[in-house]
């Protein structure tokens, strides 16, 4: 049976930072802040340490998302056929088939993939149920 690995809890619980002490170098990509003021959210690929922006923060407050971002990464995991994925930050974007939702989808109907996923707490019940069948595995931080 196929593993998935979710990482799960709050935002600030240290799932990026679980991510990066525990798959270094493995197929996937990993937000990383560009500024302890998290004004430039970065998504590094973790293989090559290349770093794209996947979302900056506007002067009125909220973040803007850059989709070219998602389609960078996106492409990365589409070309996998086999072996682990590493995805960090899926949330609430994935939920409505947008953001990383592409590569879930290849993830999940690709036989010889396995996946560590950072979900937040508020989104695993949707996460458990897109890849409901496969084994599963939850940690909590």
Sequence with gaps: MR???FITG???AGKSSYILANYPSCTGFVTVKEDAAGSRLML??????E???LMHRSPAGPYIVHPDCFSW???AILSVESGLVVLDECGWIECVGRGFYPALEHIRN???????LSVRLDR???YLSFFAGAGIE????
């Design 73 to 75: 990464a996106n492409r």
């Design 51 to 53: 770093k794209r922006c």
């Design 138 to 141: 939850v940690v909590r931080l």
């Design 124 to 126: 695993l019940d949707w």
């Design 10 to 12: 709050e935002r600030g």
């Design 44 to 49: 590094m690929s973790l293989p090559s340490r």
């Design 3 to 5: 593993k998935f690995k």
């Design 110 to 116: 690709s036989p010889g993939i396995e996946a560590v």
